[in-house]
């Protein structure tokens, strides 16, 4: 569901380890539904070439999962941060159904992640949305699978590179718009590259850290957010030139009350710290926990469309891992 950029990704990926994952699972892969704005509810359970799907076309999502007799469905459709709809409304369905879900969207997460968890468990099917924050870097399993009571007090990080791209193009000179202007060639920046630069985009993954990793319940207009526009030329290449780069970062800590402060803003950063060193497209995320005085770093070197194409298909691994 969604056959963008990602989604083409994926596809290709999951032809290319095909025969691996066939080799290791004993699953064979039969592609059975392709749905997208531009070619619509697409199902054929006999088979769909993905790439020109000319199967029959379904009225809606309803009519497609069961054309399709779906055992996993791919969602990554365009995000809405304030509702996180329709994906929201789209997954209470697929799971309803009783097929696993896989999804690079963090807008469900955000706004209905103990409602979709607790109905897939309800269904005993799986939800998993590694590829929502940082592509396909791990994040959520890393956490859950991997640091069991770590005492984890705090989330930070880099996770957008527009916000990047854009302070290195005023560090040489250019406007806030030049910068803008880079990213959209690079084709990195969201279709309002204001989401980005303002800090809605490093908001939203900041809820979905929160909510599952921290045990949060916040949504994106509950998070303190300062984003570029405030910033000049001259006061961004000052930083740069004296070490401690400016970068967009956020931020989520439980404080001494116990309540959770989650906050977006430009800072200078330490040259030697986890922060100080991003450049480009890199995105970093930094877990603050009792078992690891200096912080635990998670550093994605310019990932790209096959980057997150590989947390979806690492989902599916661990979908058929739990069954």
């Known amino acids: 569901m969604g056959f963008g950029t990602v989604g083409r990704a994926l596809h290709a990926l999951l032809e290319r380890r095909r025969a691996d994952i066939a080799r290791e699972y004993g699953v064979e892969l039969l592609v059975t539904g392709v749905a997208s704005r531009r070619l619509g509810w697409r199902a054929d359970a006999n088979g769909v070439d993905a790439a020109s799907p000319q199967g029959p076309i379904c009225n809606d999502l309803g009519e497609w999962v069961t054309a399709s007799r779906a055992a996993l469905v791919f969602e990554a459709i ?11 409304d789209y997954l209470r369905v697929i799971l309803d159904r ?10 469900p997460v955000v706004h209905g992640y103990r409602e979709l968890t607790s109905l897939a468990r309800a269904r005993g099917v799986s939800y998993h949305f590694e590829s929502a924050v940082m592509d396909g870097a791990p994040v959520f399993s890393l956490v859950r ?3 069991p009571l770590a005492g984890l007090s705090a989330v930070r990080g880099i996770f957008t590179s527009t916000a990047t791209v854009v302070l290195e193009a005023m560090e040489r000179g250019a406007t806030l718009a030049e910068g ?12 309002d590259p204001a989401y980005d630069v303002d800090g809605w985009d490093s908001a939203v993954k900041l809820c979905a850290l929160a909510n599952v990793l921290l045990d949060g319940d916040i949504r994106p207009n ?3 957010r300062a984003g570029l526009g405030e910033l000049s030329r001259e006061e961004i290449r000052a930083a740069r030139d004296a070490g401690s780069p400016i970068r967009l970062v956020g931020s989520v800590e ?16 330490a040259p030697d710290g986890p922060f100080g060193i991003v450049r480009s497209t890199t995105l970093v995320t930094h877990y603050e926990a009792d078992v690891f005085p200096g912080g635990l770093t998670v550093t994605s070197r310019d990932p ?8 979806m298909l690492a989902d599916m691994v661990r979908t058929l891992r739990e069954r």
Request: with cysteine; aromatic share 4%.
């Open 78 to 88: 365009a995000l809405e941060p304030q509702t996180g709809q329709p994906a929201l």
């Open 98 to 107: 009783g097929v696993h879900v896989v999804s690079a969207n963090k807008g």
């Open 145 to 147: 699978e991997c640091l």
């Open 180 to 191: 803008i202007a880079e990213a959209q060639r690079l084709g990195i920046a969201e279709a």
């Open 222 to 224: 509950g998070v303190v």
């Open 254 to 269: 439980r404080t001494e009350g116990g309540s959770l402060y989650a906050c977006v803003e430009p800072m200078r950063c």
């Open 304 to 311: 790209d469309p096959t980057t997150t194409a590989y947390g």
